[in-house]
């Protein structure tokens, strides 16, 4: 089993950056694939980015793509979500969550989740 828990959420100005991180526990966690999802009130969930197990290989979402970077340090047990430029339209619940594949961008590809973490973009 992988447990994950975000941190990093908060309260920003809009054009400011913002860095999520995601620690997990398990001793399958590397071989895992990872990715970040968000969540705005009365919206699905949608799929912001992702990484391979390794890390080798990324995948964002086109709203983000020129704006976040996502990276994994496998040695801490670590997956961070940079965003840069943040706007109103960023604000949502953050999740991380673990799967098979950083090809899936569908929420119920992933077998993992965390609580979340909040993210308010101010205007």
């Known amino acids: 089993q992988v447990q994950l828990v975000e941190s990093g959420g908060r309260l920003v100005q809009a054009w400011g950056p913002l860095r999520l991180s995601c620690v997990a526990s398990?001793?399958?966690?590397?071989?895992?694939?990872k990715g970040w999802f968000r969540q705005a009130p009365g919206k699905e969930r949608e799929f912001v980015a992702s990484i391979s197990a390794n890390g080798g290989s990324t995948n964002l979402a086109d709203s983000v793509e020129r704006r976040c970077t996502v990276s994994r340090d496998n040695d801490k047990n670590t997956v961070s979500l940079q965003m840069n430029s943040l706007n109103p339209e960023d604000t949502a619940v953050y999740y991380c969550?673990?799967?098979?594949?950083?090809?899936?961008?569908?929420?119920?590809?992933?077998?993992?989740w965390g609580q979340g973490t909040q993210v308010t973009v101010s205007s």
């Open positions: 969550a673990a799967g098979l594949s950083y090809r899936d961008y569908l929420p119920r590809a992933y077998k993992y």
């Open positions: 398990g001793r399958t966690f590397r071989t895992y694939a």
